[in-house]
């Protein structure tokens, strides 16, 4: 059963009881209300009837003359006067032959003086019947009794039953057929959210959004949030499909990274086989270059399984930092790299500057980045380390060189793994350095820019948060 079966069922039965009580209600109300007028009535005749009666004679000889009931009746309503022995004294001519129902128990409840009333059946007609004993001397000498057919009441309770079963029947269908729209018209939504779902489970077209209009009730709600996971499952399919491109771009150039000292390696072999006895320096040389792809190729697995780590989302552990003995320590050992000229400046205004950092690490990304600048700056040309602190406690260092510069389409490119500008792919280096040296930035809640202009030199710089307090 759908849904939508199931809420114009539950209006359906939801109003139909709500009528059945309502109905029933009224049907009881009403029974009661005609019971009571027509006791109303009876009681009221009774009364005018009792005052009619004259009580003559002396006090120890006393009888009761009786009136012409006749005066009293009507053609729905009788009048009989009996005795105490039951005996019919005088009735209403619109009684005949008839008399009204009398029995033991009547006249025993008679006895007792109390009035009351009684429902019987005469001839197949319902009568209603009220009770008044007749006293003399405080002793009940007769009975009074009043009657009124109560058909009447049954034709009109009979009426409201077919009118409230007709209003009953017509409210369980305009309450179906009302529940049926209302359900529909709430549940478009739902149908709409759904034929979306099929239309991405068949297409993977996670663009498509539901479209809702109506007020954020319960199934705006829904829409707003099916809307919002669609969101996040594009982003994420986005990502997943980013991932997987940069993989393959990842396992295709570190292949080819990893076949060009192989190869060297390979080659330097069979030449050292097919020269053996041939003299040394052929060996020497042959030995040189499987040393030198050798660590090429460590230095090459060594970058892959840091980036490995930064992929699978480990995080560099950090601990409070005096930068200035690791940037002294940087200075020392960078004219080492090559033969530019190199110089520190603003090293004198770290002293006391910390930072949450890894030693380690950090020493890792500023040999990288001066590394590339030796390595493609020219012995005559400069690089300079440049450190300043900024007010807004950060710590800011720039690494400057006076290098070819790189394209402006290479820029936005360079910290992708393997990327190398065509410049460079000449160099013995692998294209993962900057990928490696932005992990490090990011891990330290850090930034990291680049600037350059072709022909002028390019410069790094990283932004690093200071250790507050």
């Not at 809640?445 to 690093?464: A, C, L, N």
Request: hydrophobic share 45%.
């Amino acid at each position: 059963m759908t849904l939508r079966l199931r809420l114009t069922l539950l209006v359906t039965i939801t109003l139909g009881l709500t009528f059945i009580v309502l109905g029933g209600l009224v049907y009881f109300l009403m029974g009661h209300y005609l019971t009571n007028e027509i006791d109303r009535s009876l009681v009221a005749r009774a009364q005018e009837v009792v005052r009619s009666f004259r009580v003559e004679g002396n006090l120890r000889l006393q009888r009761i003359t009786l009136p012409n009931v006749n005066v009293f009746s009507a053609p729905d309503t009788f009048i009989q006067i009996v005795d105490i022995n039951g005996f019919v004294v005088t009735r209403s001519d619109n009684l005949g032959q008839q008399s009204l129902p009398l029995g033991p128990q009547t006249l025993i409840q008679a006895g007792e003086g109390i009035a009351f009333f009684e429902t019987e059946i005469v001839g197949n007609h319902p009568l209603r019947l009220y009770n008044v004993p007749l006293l003399l001397q405080n002793q009940p000498v007769g009975l009074l009794q009043v009657a009124r057919l109560l058909s009447p009441v049954q034709q009109t309770m009979g009426n409201l039953r077919r009118v409230l079963l007709f209003l009953g029947l017509l409210l369980i269908f305009l309450a179906a057929t009302l529940g049926y729209i209302l359900a529909r018209t709430a549940l478009r939504p739902i149908d709409r959210l759904t034929q979306v779902a099929e239309q991405i489970g068949e297409g993977k077209d996670l663009d498509q959004r539901v479209p809702y209009q109506g007020p954020m009730d319960e199934v705006g709600r829904l829409a707003a949030t099916f809307n919002a996971m669609l969101a996040r499952l594009q982003r994420a399919y986005t990502r997943l499909e980013e991932a997987y491109s940069a993989q393959r771009r990842f396992v295709a150039d570190a292949s080819h990274e990893l076949r060009t000292p192989l190869t060297t390696i390979r080659g330097n072999v069979d030449l050292l086989r097919k020269v053996q006895g041939q003299g040394e320096a052929w060996q020497d040389e042959a030995l040189a270059d499987i040393a030198s792809e050798a660590e090429r190729m460590s230095r090459l697995v060594n970058d892959l399984l840091t980036l490995a780590r930064a992929d699978a989302g480990q995080e560099i552990k950090r601990e409070p930092l005096e930068i200035l003995p690791l940037l002294q320590e940087v200075a020392r050992q960078a004219p080492l790299l090559g033969t530019a000229t190199f110089t520190a400046i603003g090293l004198e205004n770290l002293a006391g500057v910390h930072i949450m950092g890894n030693r380690d690490y950090l020493k890792q990304l500023f040999f990288i980045l001066l590394d590339n600048a030796f390595k493609y700056t020219p012995s005559e040309g400069k690089i300079d380390l440049i450190v300043n602190v900024e007010p807004q406690q950060r710590l800011i260092i720039k690494v400057r060189d006076t290098g070819p510069g790189i394209p402006p389409r290479d820029l936005e490119h360079i910290f992708e793994r393997f990327y190398r500008a065509d410049a460079t792919r000449s160099s013995e280096g692998t294209g993962l350095g900057l990928a490696i040296a932005r992990w490090i930035v990011e891990q330290h809640q850090g930034h990291i820019g680049v600037e350059s202009t072709v022909g002028k030199g390019t410069t790094f710089t990283i932004t690093i948060p200071l250790l507050k307090g």
